[in-house]
C-alpha cells in the first residue's frame, strides 16, 4: 500500500485535486469529512467542544457552529491548540480504521488540510501539495464560498505558509492553471505515484 498525504492551503483545489486521483483510482481517506464525523451531535468529540468552549458553538439544533467556531479559534492560536486537541486524535483513529481496510496495492490517499501545521509528513510515503498563489486562494474562497475576505486572510494566516508546504512536498501539483491543465497535471501524479506503488 503507498500512502499519500495530500494537503494544500485553503482554496488551494486540494478537493479537486483529491476527487481527480479518486477517479484514476485512488482510495480517498477525506480528514475534513471524518473531523465533522466525529463531532455530530451524540458524539464524545462535540460533548468536549461544548465543555471546552461552551454552548454558543452549537445551532439552534444542537449541531456544531462550524462558523461560529472557526471564528473562535482562527484568531487564538491557544483555543485552536485546544480543538486540534480534541478533534485530530479521533481524526487519526478513525482514519486508521478506514487504511486497515484497503489492498496491499492500493494507493491510500489522506486528504489533509493541516498535514504541514501538524508535522505529518512523515505518516506518508509521498506529500502532495496543491499550490497556489495566495491572492489566487483570497479570490476562489470568497468566490466559491462567499466567506468576507479577511475572514480568508486569517484562516490563510493560521495555516502553513506556501514555502512551509512547498517545501514539505515530494510533488507539487501547481492549480493556477484551467480544469484542463489540472486533469493533465492529476494524470501525471498519478503514473508516478503508480510506479511508486
Do not use: C
Amino acid at each position: 500500500m503507498l500512502r499519500v498525504g495530500l494537503t494544500g492551503g485553503i482554496g488551494s483545489g486540494k478537493s479537486a485535486v483529491a476527487r481527480r486521483l479518486a477517479r484514476h483510482g485512488a482510495l480517498i481517506v477525506d480528514a475534513d469529512k471524518i473531523a465533522r464525523e466525529v463531532v455530530e451531535p451524540g458524539t464524545s468529540g462535540l460533548e468536549e467542544i461544548v465543555a471546552e468552549f461552551g454552548t454558543e458553538v452549537l445551532t439552534e439544533d444542537g449541531a456544531l457552529d462550524r462558523p461560529r467556531l472557526g471564528e473562535i479559534v482562527f484568531s487564538d492560536t491557544a483555543k485552536l491548540a485546544k480543538l486540534n486537541a480534541i478533534v485530530h486524535p479521533r481524526v487519526g483513529k478513525r482514519t486508521e480504521e478506514l487504511m486497515a481496510k484497503a489492498s496491499a496495492n492500493a494507493v491510500v490517499v489522506y486528504d489533509v488540510p493541516l498535514l504541514v501545521e501538524n508535522d505529518l509528513g512523515g505518516l506518508y510515503d509521498v506529500v502532495v501539495v496543491v499550490d497556489v498563489p495566495v491572492e489566487e486562494q483570497v479570490a476562489r474562497v470568497v468566490r466559491d464560498r462567499g466567506m468576507d475576505e479577511a475572514q480568508v486572510r486569517s484562516r490563510i494566516k493560521a495555516q502553513a505558509t506556501r514555502d512551509q508546504r512547498r517545501a514539505a512536498a515530494d510533488i507539487v501539483v501547481d492549480n493556477s492553471g484551467t480544469e484542463e491543465e489540472l486533469d493533465t497535471r492529476v494524470a501525471e501524479v498519478w503514473e508516478r505515484l503508480r510506479e511508486r506503488a
